[in-house]
Structures are given as structure tokens and as C-alpha cells.
């Protein structure tokens, strides 16, 4: 038996990093698509990248809705998730309904904080593990797939209970961490050479680092008109602001785990220079998201953090002040289209 693996939101990161799962040995992928159903049915995703080059992937299944899925009755051993965290606009926890079974792992691929939280309430029993990634891709038209640049993928599984005020470890910790180091062994089995395994707390603040840099610049480019992560970084009024940000999460992030910030990950200061000397020019995907009329990850990369916080005493005022006035402002927007969608 293969290990069978099934991409829920086969977008950019999904179809990415189904793409390079789909070379594993023993290993089947397959998508479960929404607009770009029709086009990858037909022709499978077509990968390029600069890493591994031009690839044509075509999933085991191609399922067009969650109903499609349902019906293949195929037990799976990982579902990849890799749609948009909009907890405002969809419980997506609830598209996998049905897909749960025994052995089956959950794996996270979004950005923001609490992003976990509906999966594990919805299937209590299953392996939740939580993924940051800082890979770059885009998905230029359906069923074409654009790998910019990095690969890293940080993987933990996720165990809230061992928290501090939790209850300890369970007996069923095992399993979860160990589908966690299966799926690490994969993607570094395919080329993903800089996938690694976490702790629970240790991939926490990874994604509350991957915050600093999110909450700083996606809702800055968006206030600012679309300016990109370069241009605010070398702007020294912007700058100011991004450092007030930045710090304000690495300092809260500590308040919220109860724990140290891990030495190794990268200081403000760092990330801040490396941003002035990157010339990529590209816009963060708020940003992107905000210029079509697309529903922003305000929720996962502001809203969270900022209730995280709340719930220990703490406020964060830059990203309060952001938040209030973009969710505000893309209400009005979604108003006068008519519809509180997309
Ligand atoms: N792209 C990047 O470079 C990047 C980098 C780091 C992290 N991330 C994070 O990775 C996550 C995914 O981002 P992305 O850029 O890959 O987004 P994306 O290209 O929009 O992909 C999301 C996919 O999920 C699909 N989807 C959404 N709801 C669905 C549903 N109910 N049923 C079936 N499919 C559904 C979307 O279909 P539709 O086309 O129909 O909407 C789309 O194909 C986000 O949390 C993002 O912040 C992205
Ligand atoms: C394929 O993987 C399954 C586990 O998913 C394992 O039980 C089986 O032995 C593997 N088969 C081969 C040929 O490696
Ligand atoms: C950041 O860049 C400035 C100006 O080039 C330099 O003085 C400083 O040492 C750099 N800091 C780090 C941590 O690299
Ligand atoms: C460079 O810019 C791109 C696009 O804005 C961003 O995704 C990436 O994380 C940046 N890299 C570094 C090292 O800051």
C-alpha cells in the first residue's frame, strides 16, 4: 500500500509542494481542486521552478469538491491543507469532513496563528501538524504553477495539551510526532532538503517569527498603496514602523508561549537588513489579494495574535490599530461590490 497523500486547496503551495511529494517513492498525491478543477483534470499541474525545473504532475484523483472526494472512499494517510486561512469567510476544517479516518494526519500549510485550532476541535483524534513554509510561488492561471524561490518548510505536530497549563504528554503523542518525521523524511526524500521536524513549542515560534515579518509587511504594503518590502524598508518613516512591529511581536510572542524566544531564529535588525538588500521586487500576497478584491488573511496574521495576546494580559498596538482599520476598510470595500464575498 502507498502512502496516499491528498492536496486540499491545490493552489500555489499546495500543487508546489504536491508536485515534489508526487516524486516519492511508494507515494500517490492527489488534488482536490475548486476553480482549477477543470484544467488540471485535463492536464495536471505544469510546475516549473528554479530548483527543480519543469515538471508536469498529475494527481492519482483529481476531485472537483469535497462531495467528489467523499465518494472516492479512499482512506488517506495525509491531507495536505493549503488553502487561504479566512476563518471570517469559511470553516475549511469542515471540507475535510468525511476524508478523517484512523491514521490519517492533517497537515497545515498557512500562514498566521490558530490556524490549527478548528481541525483539532473538529477531529480531536487526528494527527494536527503544523506547517510554516517560506516558499515563494504563484499560480498565474489554472493548473499553472510558478516556484519562485526557497523551499524551507518547518513541521511540528500539534500538541496544545503540552503547553504550559496543559495536562502533559498523552499516550497518542507518539504517533502524531512520528507522522510528523514520516512527512519531514518525504519532502527531504524529494529534494525539500531544508524540511525540518519541530517540537510542538519549537514550530509555535516559528510561526509567531514568520508573524513578525507578515504582520509588518503585508499590511503595511497595503496601507502604503502597494509598495513592496524593499521600497518600505528603505523608506525611514516606513522602517520606523516596521521595526515598532516587528518588535512588538518577538516581544509578545514570549509573553503568549510562556517561554524564551529560541536564539537561533533571525533578530529584527537581521531581517530588516536582508529585506533592504532584496531586490525581488515582488508584493506581499496581502497586497496581491487586496488589488484583485480578495479577502485578506487579516484574521490569522493580525486578528489572532492580538486575541493571543488579550488572553495573557497583553496588548499589541500597532497591529490593533492596523487591524481595526483594514478589516474596516475591507468591509466598506466588500460593500460596495455588493457582496461580502469574493
Ligand atoms: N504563495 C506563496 O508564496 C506563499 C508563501 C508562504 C505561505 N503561503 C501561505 O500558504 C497558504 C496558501 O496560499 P497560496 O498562495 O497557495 O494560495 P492560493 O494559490 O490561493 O491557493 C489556495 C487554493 O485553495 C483553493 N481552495 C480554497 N477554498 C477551497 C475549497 N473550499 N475547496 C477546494 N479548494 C479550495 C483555492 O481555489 P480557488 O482558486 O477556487 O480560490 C486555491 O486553489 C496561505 O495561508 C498563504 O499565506 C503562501
Ligand atoms: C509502502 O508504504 C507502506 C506504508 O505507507 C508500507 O507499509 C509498505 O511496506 C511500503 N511498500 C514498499 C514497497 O516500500
Ligand atoms: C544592518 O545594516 C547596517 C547598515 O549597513 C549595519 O551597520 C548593521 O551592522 C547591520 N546589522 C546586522 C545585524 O547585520
Ligand atoms: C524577499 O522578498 C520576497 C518578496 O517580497 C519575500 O517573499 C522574501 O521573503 C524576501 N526574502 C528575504 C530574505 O527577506
Redesign the pocket.
Known sequence: ???RILIVGAGAIGAFYGSRLACA???TVSALCRSNFKAVRDHGFKVTSPNYGEQVFKPEYVFSSPEDARKAGVKW?YLLVATKALPDVSDDSALIEGLVSDGTSIILVQNGLGVEEPYKKRFPKAAVLSAVTIASAAQPSHGVIKHNRWTRISIGPYLPHLDQGGSGSKPDDKAVIDSNKKIVYLLQEVGIKDAESYSHAGLQFVRWHKIAINAAMNPSSVLSGGLGNQEMSLDPEISRHLTGVMNEVLETAPKVLGKPLPPKLATVEQLLNSTRKNSSGSKPSMWLDWEKGARMELEVILGNPIRLARQKGCEMPRLQSMYALLKAAQENRDKAKGSSRL
Do not use: I, S
Open positions: 500500500m502507498p502512502t517513492a511508494n507515494t494517510d
